[in-house]
């Protein structure tokens, strides 16, 4: 069977991953180095596929254990645990006989919440949001685990900046507490909010101030790109236009999770001998809009009149600066600055737009496009 090149997952095969070999050599060195690295970049780019595709390195293979969590959906120190301990029970204590009876002498702020494999003659972690009564507790008995686990860790925490909104806790603080102690374990903190990451991690203010090396990761180059699209297509018996595959570049500023989605649709749908051209890739595109219109009006059904408004604003300009200046309110009959100001701070706490450099724009290019059809 012929697989399509352009996988949709973030478990990729290494000879289907496109470039990133700068940015792969420079996050195994800090690892094999014992170092935390702080991964930013735009949601979609490819952070997860990043930190897999290292993973998988016969360097880290063979030498250490990785445990990678996504915390997004996350809402509370609780979740938390819960999340990282079913990663470190799947991913480490599943490893053999010792590790798992290790865990659960450890974890023993759980040990009587545990479940029971009668086939396998095993523990199971089923427990339950409820069942986690002292998170700080059970936090330390995990870190001790890891630091006892024979080989060094290396755990990836993707979507870090959620724990600022936890409540009742003040996580940053204790998070660093816990880990400038640990000797056998390292961590990528993985953010998509690149201005709060810079925050937690360079304001010297912070408790997680200069505690990690800086890794930066920006959409994979065009030229790479088109060598890697033409390649597969190529290789497949099929062809595509360069002015097409720039035309799905420029138009989803890069985002790979987006590039590759259409690309994946192009080549499922040309067949052996066919051409793909601009057109094509126009279609395929409106096709991605309709099946995300609805989670695309959802997202909008949560945010008032004015911060809809001055969301269409920053959609039809691409990138705005000044969005407070009397031209800009004037020029989208917005209410006011003070008006934008406070709407502007909303928007970027839904992560609805993004502030770099001063310059706002659209987090996600999809919901850019799908505002401009409308508009």
């Known amino acids: 069977m012929k697989r399509n090149p352009f996988v949709l997952s973030p478990a990729i095969p290494n000879e289907l991953f496109c470039d990133r070999v700068s940015e792969s050599n420079m996050l195994v060195k800090c690892m094999t180095n014992q170092e935390n ?53 799947k991913t480490v204590a599943k490893r053999n006989d010792r590790l798992m009876k290790l865990f659960t002498a450890y974890l023993r702020s759980l040990s009587g919440s545990f479940g029971f494999d009668p086939v396998a003659g095993v523990p199971t972690f089923d427990i339950k949001l409820g069942q986690i009564n002292m998170p700080e507790y059970t936090l330390e008995e995990i870190f001790s685990y890891l630091e006892n686990a024979g080989k060094p860790c290396i755990v990836a925490i993707d979507e870090f900046q959620q724990i600022l909104k936890y409540q009742g806790v003040n996580m940053e603080a204790m998070l660093r507490g816990h880990i400038q102690k640990l000797t056998n374990t390292n961590f990528i903190f993985a953010g998509s909010e690149r201005r709060i990451m810079n925050e937690m991690f360079f304001s010297d203010k912070r408790p ?19 060598e890697f699209v033409c390649h597969h297509f190529q290789n497949a018996g099929k062809s595509i236009e360069k002015e097409a595959i720039e035309w799905v570049y420029e138009k989803y500023e890069g985002i790979t999770m987006y590039t590759q989605k259409l690309f994946h649709d192009a080549f499922a749908n040309l067949e052996e001998g066919e051409n793909c051209t601009t057109k094509d890739m126009e ?57 934008v100001q406070s709407a502007a701070k909303k928007l970027l706490d839904f992560d609805l737009i993004t502030e770099n450099s001063r310059n706002f724009s659209v987090s996600d290019p999809l919901l850019r496009i799908w505002i401009e059809k409308l508009i």
């Not at 360097?59 to 819960?82: G, K």
């Not at 101030?209 to 959409?219: D, M, N, R, V, Y």
């Open 208 to 226: 997680f101030f200069q505690s990690a090396t800086l890794l930066q990761l920006e959409p994979i180059d065009l030229k790479i790109y088109t």
């Open 283 to 339: 279609r395929f595109s409106d096709m991605l809009l309709q099946q995300n219109e609805k989670r695309l009006q959802e997202l909008l059904s949560y945010i008032t009149e004015q911060q809809k408004e001055l969301l269409y604003a920053i959609a039809s300009e691409g990138n705005s600066s000044r969005i407070t200046s009397s031209a800009f309110v004037k020029r989208h009959h917005l209410k006011s600055a003070s008006a």
């Open 37 to 89: 690295v702080v991964l930013t970049s735009p949601r979609r780019v490819g952070k997860t596929g990043l930190i897999y595709h290292c993973f998988n390195k016969k360097a880290i293979q063979e030498n250490y254990i990785t445990v990678s969590i996504d915390i997004l959906h996350t809402t509370s120190f609780q979740e938390f645990i819960l999340e990282l301990g079913s990663a470190v029970f």
